[in-house]
């Protein structure tokens, strides 16, 4: 079983956004998926109960229910296991990352979400667990080259010593609209450049758990 928390300190970066397309990517693509939502928001929760065909099991938990969670998702037969996470209390956070094969770190190209960047991936090595930084709901670029705040989160995420996903996910009302309908984009815009950015962060997870990355 893979096992992928999806962390970052800051509220509003993605987490819920990129939780939930990953579960339902693992599901698209054939295995077992569940979502555990650890944010006692239950926003994961919400969106997965909007969906009107079959898709990933969501499971309300929290961070010290975590352990019990995944050994019963093992004998389940789950075969990918998502956990959305709090951006609250450091604890909270730190049961996802330790069952975690990797740990997925949200960012937005903003001042302050890289501040809470730095600081989550200073916890990441403090454990010793593997992550891979994705920047999030970042402005298109322009003739083929990155917008400024682009190119400054990129130069400042270089120094963390974590793999950055080639894949970066922009801001686009199809992640909005999908999630509002309980669907991936990859189900709502295929194959749009949405789906396509998911179809990438899929395969940069996959490639960081194989060590490819
Ligand atoms: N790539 C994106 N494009 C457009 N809107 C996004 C994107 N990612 C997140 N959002 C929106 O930003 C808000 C916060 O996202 P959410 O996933 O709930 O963040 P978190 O779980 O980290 O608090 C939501 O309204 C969500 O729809
Ligand atoms: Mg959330």
Same mark, same amino acid.
């Given at each position: 079983?893979?096992?992928?928390a999806v962390i970052a @300190?800051k #509220?509003?970066s993605g987490?819920?956004?990129? *939780?939930?397309?990953?579960a339902?990517?693992?599901h698209l693509r054939?295995r077992?998926?569940?979502l %555990?939502? *650890?944010d006692p928001?239950?926003?994961?929760?919400?969106?997965?109960?909007?969906?009107?065909?079959?898709?990933?099991q969501?499971?309300e938990t929290?961070?010290?229910?975590?352990?019990?969670?995944?050994?019963?998702?093992? @004998?389940d037969?789950v075969e990918t296991?998502?956990?959305?996470?709090?951006a #609250?209390?450091?604890t909270?956070?730190?049961h996802?990352?330790?069952?975690?094969?990797?740990? $997925?770190?949200?960012?937005?190209?903003?001042?302050?979400? $890289?501040?809470?960047?730095? @600081?989550?991936?200073?916890?990441?090595h403090?454990? #010793?667990?593997?992550g891979?930084?994705?920047?999030?709901?970042?402005?298109f670029?322009r003739?083929g *080259?990155e917008?400024p705040?682009?190119?400054k %989160?990129?130069?400042?995420?270089k120094l963390?010593?974590?793999?950055?996903?080639? !894949?970066?996910?922009?801001a @686009?009302?199809?992640?909005?609209?999908?999630?509002?309908m #309980?669907?991936s !984009?990859e189900?709502?815009t295929p194959?749009g450049?949405?789906?396509?950015?998911?179809?990438q962060?899929?395969?940069a997870v996959?490639?960081?758990m *194989?060590?490819r990355?």
């Open positions: 079983m893979r096992t992928i @300190r #509220g509003g987490k819920t956004t990129l *939780a939930t397309h990953l339902l990517a693992a054939g077992q998926a569940m %555990a939502d *650890a928001q239950r926003s994961s929760t919400e969106v997965l109960r909007l969906r009107q065909i079959p898709g990933p969501v499971v929290a961070g010290p229910k975590l352990f019990a969670l995944k050994v019963a998702a093992l @004998r037969g296991l998502v956990i959305d996470t709090p #609250g209390p450091e909270e956070v730190c996802a990352i330790v069952l975690a094969e990797l740990s $997925l770190v949200v960012v937005r190209p903003t001042y302050l979400d $890289l501040v809470m960047a730095v @600081r989550t991936v200073e916890i990441l403090r454990l #010793g667990r593997p891979l930084i994705v920047l999030n709901q970042a402005p670029s003739a *080259a917008p705040p682009v190119r %989160a990129l130069d400042a995420l963390l010593h974590t793999p950055i996903a080639p !894949v970066i996910i922009r @686009r009302m199809a992640y909005q609209e999908a999630l509002s #309980g669907l !984009v189900e709502l194959p450049p949405a789906a396509q950015e998911i179809d962060l899929w395969s996959e490639d960081r *194989a060590g990355l």
